[in-house]
C-alpha cells in the first residue's frame, strides 16, 4: 500500500512554543491531506483538510490561527501547533487518499506532550 | 450530530477463534465504509473497505458486512491471533464530503492465548 511518513514520531516542549509536524506521501502525490487529533482511549477526530495550493479547510471548533496548516507540494503537508499549551498535548495523525481513490493512508502518528 | 458508534468498547477471544466487531452508523448519506486497526502509539492500518452498492465483502482472513436497512456495519476476523489484537475503528465517507472520514468510538480487541 501507499506509505505516509511524519516527523517527528514524538516531541516535547514547553508551554508557549511552537511545534510543526510534516506530513509527506512517500510515493504517491497527495493534493488533499486530513490532520487529526486522537486524545487517549478516543477516537480520531478530523481537525482540518490540507488542500494543496490553497488554505485549509477547517473542521467547527478548531482555531485555524491556533493550528496552521501548510501544503505546501504535492507530497508535503505540516501543521504547526503556535504557542502550544499542556492542553495541545495528543497524538496528531495525517492522513492522505491515494489518487481518485477513497481509500486513505494514514501516516504513523507523532505524539505532543506540552510541559 | 451525525456519529458512526460502536457497541463494544472491548471484545475478548481465545486464539483461534473467530472475532466479529460491530459498528452502527447514523448518517445515510454515506456511501463507503472502512476498517481501520490502530496498534497502540501508531497511526490507524487500512483493513478492509466496501461500498454502499455492496453488503459484503471478503479480504484476508477478514469479512466486512453491511446492512444498509439497520444502518450497521461489522468485520468478521476468522482464526483470531494474537497479533489482531488492537482496536478497530469503524469509518464512514458521506457521498460528496471530498474523502472525509468520520471515525467511530473504537472496539479494543483482546486475544486471549
Known amino acids: 500500500g501507499a506509505v505516509v511518513s511524519q516527523h517527528p514520531s514524538w516531541v516535547i516542549c514547553k508551554s508557549g512554543t511552537s511545534v510543526k509536524i510534516e506530513c509527506r506521501s512517500l510515493d504517491f502525490q497527495a493534493t488533499t491531506m486530513f490532520w487529526y487529533r486522537q486524545f487517549p482511549k478516543q477516537s480520531l477526530m478530523l481537525m482540518a483538510t490540507s488542500n494543496e495550493g490553497s488554505k485549509a479547510t477547517y473542521e467547527q471548533g478548531v482555531e485555524k490561527d491556533k493550528f496552521l496548516i501548510n501544503h505546501a507540494s504535492l507530497t508535503l503537508s505540516t501543521l504547526t501547533v503556535t504557542s502550544a499549551h499542556p492542553e495541545d498535548s495528543s497524538f496528531y495523525i495525517c492522513?492522505?487518499?491515494?489518487?481518485?481513490?477513497?481509500?486513505?493512508?494514514f501516516g504513523p502518528g507523532t505524539r505532543l506532550t506540552v510541559l | 450530530g451525525e456519529s458512526v458508534g460502536l457497541h463494544l468498547p472491548t471484545l475478548s477471544v481465545q486464539e483461534g477463534d473467530n472475532s466479529i466487531i460491530n459498528c452502527a452508523y447514523s448518517?445515510?448519506?454515506?456511501?463507503?465504509f472502512i476498517w481501520y486497526k490502530q496498534e497502540s502509539g501508531k497511526g490507524p492500518q487500512f483493513i478492509i473497505d466496501?461500498?454502499?452498492?455492496?453488503d459484503k465483502r471478503q479480504g484476508q482472513r477478514v469479512t466486512v458486512l453491511l446492512n444498509k436497512t439497520v444502518k450497521h456495519l461489522s468485520l468478521q476476523i476468522a482464526a483470531t491471533q494474537p497479533g489482531d489484537s488492537a482496536v478497530y475503528f469503524c469509518?464512514?465517507?458521506?457521498?460528496?464530503?471530498?474523502?472525509?472520514?468520520?471515525f467511530g468510538s473504537g472496539t479494543r480487541l483482546l486475544v486471549r492465548p
Open positions: 448518517n445515510s448519506a454515506s456511501d463507503y
Open positions: 469509518a464512514e465517507s458521506p457521498m460528496d464530503s471530498s474523502y472525509k472520514l468520520i
Open positions: 492522513s492522505a487518499p491515494v489518487g481518485r481513490t477513497d481509500t486513505q493512508y
Open positions: 466496501i461500498r454502499s452498492n455492496m
